[in-house]
């Protein structure tokens, strides 16, 4: 079964590294869709609701410019039918106040970048088989 990833980053290098971590798994690789901001993500939610292909997890980049992610993460939060996404915060910041704020906002998990590839790319192995193929979230029925 496919999974699908929204990756949700507004830096070209993050996506890059995601994306090629991502896509070397062992696993079946998920289908992994990109936003590079806030207003691009929700588009893309909220179409992806209408048409009932929501992705199995939001990875969100908490500094954005225009909507950050604790922004983001509220309007996920507030539209209906999408309340229930796992949505991982994964940024760049392990300040203390930037993890409780994410998950005070409804974050499901809140991930700190490795700066290392090899490290970064068995974080999001870990995310990806945790968030899509044993976690259950209920559905919109």
Do not use: C
Not at 8 to 25: F, Q, S, Y
Not at 33 to 51: D, I
Not at 55 to 81: F, S, W
């Amino acid at each position: 079964m496919s999974r699908h990833i929204l990756l949700i980053d507004d830096n070209a290098n993050d996506v890059e590294l995601a994306l090629t971590a991502l896509g070397d798994t062992e696993t079946a690789p998920a289908q992994v869709s990109v936003a590079l901001g806030g207003q691009e993500a929700l588009r893309l939610l909220r179409r992806a609701r209408t048409e009932g292909a929501l992705p199995d997890l939001v990875l969100l980049d908490l500094k954005m410019p225009q909507m950050d992610g604790l922004a983001v993460l509220d309007a996920i939060r507030a539209e209906p039918g999408l309340e229930t996404l796992p949505v991982v915060m994964l940024t760049t910041s392990g300040e203390g106040r930037d993890i409780r704020e994410s998950y005070a906002h409804g974050a499901s998990g809140y991930v700190v970048k490795p700066l290392d590839f090899t490290q970064f790319r068995e974080a999001l192995r870990t995310i990806q088989a945790f968030w899509t193929t044993l976690n259950r979230v209920p559905r919109p029925s």
